[in-house]
């Protein structure tokens, strides 16, 4: 057998260590980069599938919305969706007059009660006069109607201002009425949807031979819960609404009436021309 010099010993060792190497370094490829390039395929996957499932569920979501809205309205039926919109819209209408009508600019304006304190004050009546009567606001109406009985005596002052203030509270009082009204007419509307309602499912099972159409039944069902729904819907707000705003005009009033006795208050005892 020929024998190896150290050279080619050392050649074949190094040769060996070499391809040990090498096996190691594709044992070491297959083992940790290729389960680490199939993980990442795998997360890229499962991020795609996750993303397609979300749109799917948004699609689906968004399906189920747009059913729900036309079986919403088709429980309510063009009469109903009619009513219940004309009642919608009147109340939105009533409701910003009113809030325009209860603003504090409008019932008792602090800057009024300082003018006219202050022309009573330096005795100039003619000019608070024609302050008070060019105002719109109810102080307004209630000094000017004050002011223009001073020559008949305070008591004719007082049942002047109590006589105007009366008119201009019963006025707002009717107009808040129409939202109370709302919130009474409301649910006798949704009222009639059950009744309506109600009626249809039981002709239905009068006049079937056999057992009625479940679908046929839930739609005169729907009819009846979905109005009632809707009238409610409306009239909680518009009941809450007249007492809140019947409670600031009430003390709104009050507290012009407060003003406007506290400046003609001075007349009590002494005359006064204009």
């Not at 190094?14 to 795998?42: E, K, R």
């Not at 397609?52 to 919305?65: H, L, T, Y």
């Not at 219940?84 to 409008?106: G, K």
């Not at 406007?260 to 009590?268: K, S």
């Amino acid at each position: 057998m020929r024998r190896f010099s150290n050279g080619g010993r050392l050649r074949a060792v190094a040769m060996l260590a070499l391809m040990f190497a090498w096996g190691a370094a594709a044992f070491s490829a297959i083992t940790f980069v290729a389960p680490a390039a199939v993980q990442a395929q795998d997360e890229e996957t499962a991020t795609q599938t996750e993303e397609e499932a979300a749109a799917d569920s948004a699609s689906s979501e968004k399906e189920k919305q747009k059913n729900l809205l036309t079986w919403f309205l088709g429980a309510l039926g063009w009469d109903y969706t009619t009513a219940f919109l004309a009642i919608s819209f009147w109340f939105v209408a009533l409701l910003v007059m009113c809030i325009l009508m209860l603003r504090r600019d409008t019932i008792c304006p602090p800057q009024l009660a300082e003018l006219m304190e202050a022309h009573l004050n330096e005795k100039r009546y003619q000019e608070a006069f024609d302050l008070a009567k060019s105002d719109d606001s109810f102080l307004g109406m209630v000094l000017a109607a004050g002011m223009a009985k001073l020559q008949s005596g305070y008591g004719k002052v007082v049942e002047a201002m109590q006589e105007v203030g009366a008119d201009e509270g019963m006025k707002m009082e009717q107009k808040l009425g129409h939202i109370a009204l709302i919130g009474t007419i409301s649910p006798m509307v949704g009222l009639l949807g059950t009744v309506h309602g109600m009626v249809i499912s039981f002709m239905e099972i009068a006049v079937s031979e056999a057992t009625p159409s479940p679908s046929k039944l839930a739609g005169g069902i729907s009819t009846a819960l979905i109005t009632t729904l809707v009238g409610l819907l409306l009239a909680i707000p518009a009941v809450a609404a007249f007492a809140f705003l019947r409670n600031r005009m009430n003390r709104m009033m009050l507290e012009a009436s407060m003003i406007a006795g506290n400046l003609m208050g001075r007349f009590e005892n002494v005359g006064a021309k204009k």
